[in-house]
């Protein structure tokens, strides 16, 4: 489907030159002298390469059509994930580099939506809030005042985040897989 490159988002996968790309930035720019312009940051998902190109306002870019899935992150296997087509029950095989840096926040059994495009798999969409378990953090001092900004924290899969001072190691917490950041006790 085509649209105006001014229609683009932060986040859509488009078709360009041949590869297909993600916006990654996005700049509105509006000349005193000629036309107006869009500037875009992308990234090739095949190959990772970025590239910034400017689209004048008639433009148009292809926009690629994607087929989301929803599936379970089953196990690991050294740099391989191994996920399952909640439907068809199939398997599916995605290596850490695909993933990036979504890694700490999946946990077996975990439900996700995987992007497909050509039947190829491009990307993962996580939940936008997690629940994993304190396994390390600081003890709390009595007498310390409340007016500290939080502890470090090292959660199950190996993610660290800051957490308030009344959270103990064994409990668990919500973070969000957006920012990484601690939202609430669970």
Do not use: C
Request: aromatic share 8%; no cysteine; glycine share 8%.
């Amino acid at each position: 489907m085509k649209i105006s490159a001014f229609e683009a988002r932060v986040g859509n996968l488009i078709e360009y030159q041949g590869k297909l790309w993600r916006v990654h930035k996005k700049n509105h720019v509006k000349p005193g002298k000629g036309g107006a312009f869009v500037q875009m940051e992308m990234k090739s998902i095949g190959d990772g390469t970025k590239l910034n190109e400017r689209f004048r306002s008639e433009d148009k870019v292809e926009k690629a059509h994607v087929e989301p899935r929803q599936m379970q992150y089953l196990y690991s296997e050294g740099e391989s994930y191994i996920f399952m087509d909640n439907e068809s029950f199939e398997q599916l095989t995605m290596s850490a580099e695909d993933l990036e840096d979504q890694v700490p926040y999946l946990l077996p059994n975990t439900d996700v939506q995987i992007n497909f495009h050509n039947d190829s798999p491009i990307g993962v969409e996580l939940p936008a809030n997690v629940i994993l378990e304190v396994t390390e953090t600081e003890a709390v001092v009595k007498g310390q005042t409340a007016a500290s900004g939080g502890k470090p924290a090292v959660l199950e899969t190996g993610l660290k985040v800051t957490v308030p001072p009344f959270v103990n190691a064994g409990e668990r917490v919500k973070v969000n897989t957006d920012t990484g950041e601690y939202v609430e006790r669970a």
